[in-house]
């Protein structure tokens, strides 16, 4: 095998483990209700990443090679801009209910902020 196949190889890895991610941290977020408080919501965003950490193994062996390509993603892969918004959407949503004197902008710092504490 190639050495260019073997990357491609990896990098197609790390980004579907990347994306299986995001879409746990969506669907976490997602199924909160209207009553949830900044508690449940912070919780819910760091299931994904705290389950790796418990379970160890694999996932968190995924989770720190997605953290850490997470810092300078590879070219190409834009594609996941999308997704990332969304689950930042998504947390941004539910603080705005919690702290309404807080604008989008900020929240939406806030959440980068805890989404890079976590990795």
Not at 71 to 81: A, C, V, Y
Not at 84 to 101: C, I, N, T, W, Y
Request: glycine share 10%; charged share 20%; aromatic share 6%.
């Amino acid at each position: 095998m190639s050495l260019w196949v073997a990357a491609w190889l990896g990098a197609a890895a790390i980004e579907h483990a990347l994306e299986q991610y995001l879409d746990a941290q969506i669907n976490a977020v997602a199924s909160l209700g209207a009553t949830s408080g900044v508690d449940e919501l912070a919780a819910a965003f760091a299931q994904p990443m705290m389950r790796a950490l418990t379970v160890g193994g694999r996932d968190l062996a995924v989770m720190r090679t997605v953290a850490r390509v997470g810092i300078d993603p590879p070219e190409g892969w834009e594609r996941l801009t999308a997704k990332f918004q969304q689950s930042r959407q998504e947390v941004v949503g539910h603080l705005a209910e919690s702290l309404p004197g807080v604008d989008g902008q900020e929240l939406d710092f806030r959440v980068r902020c805890a989404a890079g504490l976590l990795n």
